[in-house]
């Protein structure tokens, strides 16, 4: 027989990895990704946990000192979960915060993240990062 998780266990492991990545236990984060797994952010879609790690670790981990995100809504659909969160961080270089909203869409297999796409308006955050602009005498 095949286990097949409940809506509340993938809903629980949604909420499990969002605390792992606040925490930045990244170990804890791909312990819940497929070997497989495939991430789509607008254009870019990364294949495999090795590609997701390798982006976290370039554009992700060094950039931000501390992230966390809040889930505002969450439900799921048998093996899809549907969240709208708000990440708040610390950007690395100078300390600033950004914050940014965003929907995230998944399919869990076996009660680990198989498949997911994430909606948010990217340009909005990449404004934030921009170096604060000097004050004009």
Not at 16 to 39: F, K, Q
Not at 54 to 78: E, L, N, W
Request: proline letters at 4%; hydrophobic letters at 40%.
């Amino acid at each position: 027989m095949t286990y097949r998780p409940t809506e509340q266990a993938n809903i629980d492991a949604v909420r499990r990895m969002i605390a792992l990545e606040g925490e930045r236990d990244w170990e804890g984060v791909y312990d819940l990704v497929t070997e497989d797994c495939v991430t789509s952010m607008g254009e870019l879609v990364l294949h495999g946990k090795a590609e997701m790690r390798a982006y976290d670790a370039k554009y992700f981990i060094p950039v931000f000192s501390r992230s966390a995100r809040t889930i505002f809504d969450i439900a799921a659909d048998g093996d899809a979960v549907v969240f709208r969160w708000r990440a708040d961080a610390t950007l690395a270089a100078d300390g600033r915060a950004v914050s940014w909203e965003g929907v995230s869409w998944c399919r869990m297999e076996g009660g680990k993240f198989a498949e997911g796409r994430i909606y948010t308006d990217s340009a909005a955050i990449q404004r934030q990062m921009r170096p604060p602009k000097e004050p004009t005498p």
